[in-house]
C-alpha cells in the first residue's frame, strides 16, 4: 500500500493541510483510492515537540514513504533561534536527506483567474507551463566558494557551477519524463554560447532526448527564455535549467499567474518519490485567521497523485473539482475580485470536496 506522510508544519500549513485531508479522505472513501497516511511535525513545530525542525522520528517515517504532503514552515516566533534550529532548516534537511533533485514548479493560470496577472489577460489565460530546476547541484553547492583578500589588499568573492554528466543526466530523465505525460515539448534552457558547464548540459540533453523519441526537445539561451516567458508564455509547455536559471525563471513565471495562494509544487528523487507543497510560506501575518487559500495545497495532493502516485485520473479530477469551484466564483480573500464571493479557507476546501462528491 502507498503511504503518504503529511507534515502541516507552522502557521496556515495547520490550516491549509486540514482542507488537503479533506480531500485524501474523499478519494479514500469514494473514489477506491488506498493509502496510508501518518502526520509528523516538521519546522517550527518540529522543534516545539523534539527540539529540532526535522526531527528523527519526522526522517524515519519520510525515509519509509511513498510521498510526503507538506504545509509550510516558519515563523516569527523561531527567528531568534540558532540557524540550524530555525524551521527552514528542516526544510533543506529533507530534501537533500531523501536526494530530492527534480524541483517542479508549475506555472498555471485558470482562466477564471487571468485578471489577477499583471500582463494581459489574453497573453496569460489557460497558462500551463512547468518548470524543471535542478535543486541540488550547480553554483549554489559548488566548490571552492567564500570572500578572500588579494595581494593588493581587496577582496573577491568566488563560486564555483560545476555539473557531473550523472547530475545532468538525471534531471533530463526527469524532465523528459514529465513531458511526457503533458503536452510533450521539452525546452533546455542554458547559456551554452558562453559556459562550458551549458555546453555539456547541452549535449547530455540531446544524449537523453534519444530515448524520448516522442518529446520535441527544443534549446533555449537563458536570456531569451527570461525574454519569452513575459512576452509570449503560452509557447513553453515544460522547460529544464540548473538551479541558478530555475530559481530566477521559476518565481518569474509564478508570478505571471498573480497570485501565490494558487500554485503547488514538488520535488522528486530518482525513482518518482516526491515531497509536495505550496510554493507559499507560512504567511504569519494571516495564520489563525480561517482566510488562507488552501488551493495551491489541494493542488499539491493532485500533483502527488500525478507524479508519485501513478493515479493519473484522481489527478485530473481534483484539478477540474478546483477548476469548477472556482468557476461558480468562489474566492479566498487573495484572489478576491468585484462580482466574485468571498469565502474563507474551510469554506474554499468544502466546496472542492462538494464538486469532487457531484
Ligand atoms: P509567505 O509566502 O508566507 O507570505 C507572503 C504573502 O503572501 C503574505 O502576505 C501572505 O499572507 C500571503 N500568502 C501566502 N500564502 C497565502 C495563502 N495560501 N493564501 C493567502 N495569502 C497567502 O512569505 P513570507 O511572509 O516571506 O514568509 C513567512 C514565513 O514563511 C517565513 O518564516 C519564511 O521563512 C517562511 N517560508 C516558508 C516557505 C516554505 O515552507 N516552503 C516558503 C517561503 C517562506
Known amino acids: 500500500m502507498k503511504k503518504i506522510v503529511v507534515l502541516p508544519g507552522d502557521g496556515i500549513g495547520l490550516e491549509i493541510i486540514a482542507e488537503a485531508k479533506k480531500i485524501i479522505t474523499v478519494l479514500q472513501e469514494h473514489y477506491g483510492f488506498v493509502a496510508e497516511i501518518e502526520e509528523a511535525y516538521i519546522g517550527g513545530a ?138 510533450k515539448r521539452l525546452c533546455s534552457v542554458d547559456k551554452a554560447n558562453v559556459l562550458e558547464v551549458s555546453e555539456l548540459w547541452r549535449e547530455v540533453m540531446i544524449r537523453v532526448g534519444k530515448d524520448y523519441p516522442e518529446v520535441e526537445l527544443s534549446h533555449m539561451y537563458v536570456d531569451n527564455a527570461a525574454m519569452q516567458l513575459v512576452k509570449d508564455p503560452k509557447q513553453f509547455d515544460v522547460m529544464v535549467t540548473k538551479n541558478l536559471f530555475g530559481d530566477v525563471l521559476s518565481d518569474a513565471a509564478a508570478m505571471l499567474t498573480g497570485s501565490i495562494g494558487m500554485l503547488p509544487s514538488a520535488s522528486l528523487d530518482s525513482h518518482g518519490k516526491g515531497m509536495y507543497e505550496p510554493i507559499h510560506g507560512s504567511a504569519p501575518d494571516i495564520a489563525g485567521k480561517g482566510i488562507a487559500n488552501p488551493l495551491a495545497t489541494i493542488l499539491s495532493v493532485s500533483m502527488m497523485l500525478r507524479y508519485s502516485l501513478d493515479n493519473i485520473d484522481l489527478a485530473d479530477r481534483v484539478e477540474a473539482a478546483v477548476k469548477s469551484v472556482l468557476k461558480k466564483g468562489l474566492r479566498t480573500a487573495d484572489i478576491y475580485e468585484q462580482g466574485t464571493t468571498q469565502v474563507g479557507t474551510v469554506e474554499m476546501g468544502d466546496a472542492v470536496v462538494a464538486e469532487l462528491l457531484r
Open 46 to 183: 518540529g522543534y516545539d515537540h523534539a527540539g529540532h525542525p526535522f526531527p528523527e522520528e519526522t526522517k524515519v517515517l519520510a525515509q519509509a514513504a511513498d510521498a510526503i504532503l507538506l504545509g509550510a514552515v516558519g515563523g516569527p516566533q523561531y527567528e531568534a533561534l540558532p540557524r540550524e534550529l530555525r524551521p527552514e532548516r528542516g526544510l533543506l534537511a529533507i530534501r537533500s536527506e531523501l536526494d530530492l533533485f527534480s524541483n517542479l514548479r508549475p506555472a498555471l493560470l485558470y482562466e477564471e483567474l487571468a485578471n489577477a496577472s499583471s500582463l494581459k489577460p489574453e497573453i496569460v489565460s489557460n497558462l500551463d507551463i512547468m518548470i524543471v530546476r535542478e535543486l541540488t547541484g550547480g553554483i549554489y553547492f559548488g566548490e571552492p566558494r567564500g570572500i578572500r583578500t588579494l595581494e593588493n589588499g581587496e577582496r573577491e568573492g568566488y563560486n564555483t557551477l560545476v555539473y557531473k554528466e550523472s547530475e545532468i543526466e538525471r534531471i533530463a530523465h526527469s524532465a523528459f519524463a514529465i513531458a511526457i505525460k503533458r503536452d
